[in-house]
């Protein structure tokens, strides 16, 4: 009879080990797992809008929490559209993670769902980032756009510009 030294190995293990240790040992990784994982803080982002052009169109607004993608829109985080009725959008965000975000938003005054631009990249409908932040030639960068969101909430306000 010819026996592999791994079935060996396998069969003296299993020999030294009380029948009980391998579920045992099973339950106590499932607890150390679960007891690892705890429930993640989500915070909440207040935007308030207020726009130029009261009552005509719908507001995009942008979250970003990468400054690598800011302002691109396909980077973003969150994107939310909302129909203008008055000279301001309130708007609320849930389930943050606690940190650094921006906002970009556009009142999207020709229905295009895009921001429309001059020939030169300006915009020619309101557009406008958190903190006031502008730039000089083009946006801005996300570190001057960037708030902190924390665990008891944030309140932002956008002011859009012409």
Known sequence: MQVRVGQCRRSIVRAITPAWQGPALRVAGCVALLMGI??????????????????QG???????????????PDGALIRK????EGDAVALTISDL????????????????GD????????????AGFSRGAMGRMGPPDFADAAFTVDEEG????LDLRD
């Open 38 to 55: 705890s429930p993640a803080i989500a915070a909440t982002l207040q935007l308030e809008i207020l726009l130029p052009k009261a009552g």
């Open 58 to 72: 719908s507001v995009y607004v942008a979250v970003f929490d990468d400054p690598e993608a800011f302002p691109d």
């Open 81 to 84: 559209a909302r129909p203008v």
């Open 97 to 112: 993670v606690p940190g650094e975000y921006a906002v970009a938003a556009f009142q999207d005054l020709d229905g295009s």
């Open 115 to 126: 921001l429309t631009t001059n020939f030169l990249g300006i915009p020619r409908e309101p």
């Open 154 to 157: 944030t309140s932002v306000t």
